[in-house]
T-cell receptor, first 111, second 112 residues
Framework: DAGVTQSPTHLIKTRGQQVTLRCSPK?????VSWYQQALGQGPQFIFQ???????QRGNFPDRFSGHQFPNYSSELNVNALLLGDSALYLC??????????FGAGSRLTVL | EDQVTQSPEALRLQEGESSSLNCSYT??????LFWYRQDPGKGPEFLFT???AGEEKEKERLKATLTKKESFLHITAPKPEDSATYLC?????????????FGRGTSLIVHP
């Protein structure tokens, strides 16, 4: 049973560029959340998607946007990249009130 | 605002040397407290959920306990493969958001 899969695993961008990260949730899960984890920090909640709508949002600017598709997969888009956006971006899925299952993350470096 | 503070930030142990990690929290009504393990470059892996003060959960060399203000992750006779960052997260009962707030984690290194 495949868990949460994320792509790409690593990517390098320059300031001002845009990036799209992708996530396939664990089989049977319908809710997807995205987290940003800077080096040495805990995961910070970006937003959560359920039934193709953004249901909750953390304290992140509008440069961060997302989408959920009918097959429950999700994308995270970040526009106008800043150096401070360099981090590990984690996707997590769940079904109902169950605990989160995390993917291995996408490591974004902004130069 | 929910807050989670983990201590120590880093811990070095010799193989077999038991110790405890602390997670202090402030939340408006606790719905659940979670412990995760995170290996370098990987996503967090779920370990335990605790719901009420006095509850304990065990898994191999790990034991998690919960009071009204903090949780402890006890590691008994650790092995080098227990080296990882351990994350604590709390989920508030109020507001209906159910979004967990994470601490910064404790980085554990176990030397052979």
């Amino acid at each position: 049973d495949a868990g949460v899969t994320q792509s790409p695993t690593h990517l390098i961008k320059t300031r001002g560029q845009q990036v799209t990260l992708r996530c396939s949730p664990k089989s049977g899960h319908d809710t997807v959340s995205w987290y940003q984890q800077a080096l040495g920090q805990g995961p910070q909640f970006i937003f959560q998607y359920y039934e193709e709508e953004e249901r909750q949002r953390g304290n992140f600017p509008d440069r961060f946007s997302g989408h959920q598709f009918p097959n429950y997969s999700s994308e995270l888009n970040v526009n106008a990249l800043l150096l401070g956006d360099s981090a590990l971006y984690l996707c997590a899925s769940k079904s109902g009130a169950n605990v989160l299952t995390f993917g291995a993350g996408s490591r974004l470096t902004v130069l | 605002e929910d807050q989670v503070t983990q201590s120590p930030e880093a811990l070095r142990l010799q193989e077999g040397e038991s110790s405890s990690l602390n997670c202090s929290y402030t939340v408006s009504g606790l719905r659940g407290l979670f412990w995760y393990r995170q290996d370098p470059g990987k996503g967090p892996e779920f370990l335990f959920t605790l719901y009420s003060a006095g509850e304990e959960k065990e898994k191999e060399r790990l034991k998690a306990t919960l009071t009204k203000k903090e949780s402890f992750l006890h590691i008994t006779a650790p092995k080098p493969e227990d080296s990882a960052t351990y994350l604590c997260a709390v989920q508030a009962a109020s507001g209906g958001s159910y979004i967990p707030t994470f601490g910064r984690g404790t980085s554990l290194i176990v030397h052979p």
